[in-house]
């Protein structure tokens, strides 16, 4: 028996914009029946995706709509201050309130990190959040920590 896991994506996020992301969605549902996505964006960026995705998704992608996008160019502070309805900032609301179990955007790196750490704080003992990325190895993944969202670390925070 597979355990489910629900995954909250910022459609809007990203440089190739919402039709990249729809796109992934649509393929890693067609792949892994463990997942069940919701994504979050516009919306008139939801609706288009429920129009694409229609019954093929065996009731495993819901929809969030927001207000707001974080644009890439956008400072941190200026996101996390004033885009309190982003989908990125909702995405990360939905594991806070236990309706999703990870978030995922490729959006605005620095709002993200921002937005996490404030949305769903740290662990004890944690000053900031990381960066983790799943590198190819020999044999199989490799899991590096910290991939550039912090610039200065020092041993402890590693």
Do not use: W, Y
Not at 32 to 54: C, F, K, W, Y
Not at 88 to 109: P, Q
Not at 148 to 158: D, E, I, Y
Request: proline share 5%; with cysteine; hydrophobic share 40%.
């Amino acid at each position: 028996m597979n355990h489910k896991v629900t995954i909250a994506l910022d459609a809007m996020g990203g440089d190739l914009g919402p039709e990249a992301v729809i796109s992934a969605a649509r393929a890693i549902l067609e792949k892994d029946d463990s997942v069940n996505l919701i994504l979050v964006g516009l919306p008139d960026v939801l609706e288009s995706a429920r129009h694409q995705t229609g019954n093929k998704t065996g009731g495993r992608l819901s929809f969030r709509a927001a207000r707001e996008v974080v644009e890439m160019d956008e400072h941190p502070a200026e996101a996390l201050r004033k885009k309190k309805d982003s989908s990125l900032r909702v995405s990360l609301e939905l594991v806070k309130d236990g309706l999703a179990d990870a978030c995922v955007s490729s959006g605005n790196t620095g709002a993200l990190m921002a937005t996490a750490r404030h949305v769903l704080k740290t662990l004890p003992g944690i000053d900031r959040p990381a960066i983790i990325s799943a590198v190819p190895g020999l044999q199989g993944p490799i899991f590096m920590l910290d991939l550039g969202a912090n610039v200065g670390c020092t041993s402890p925070q590693l």
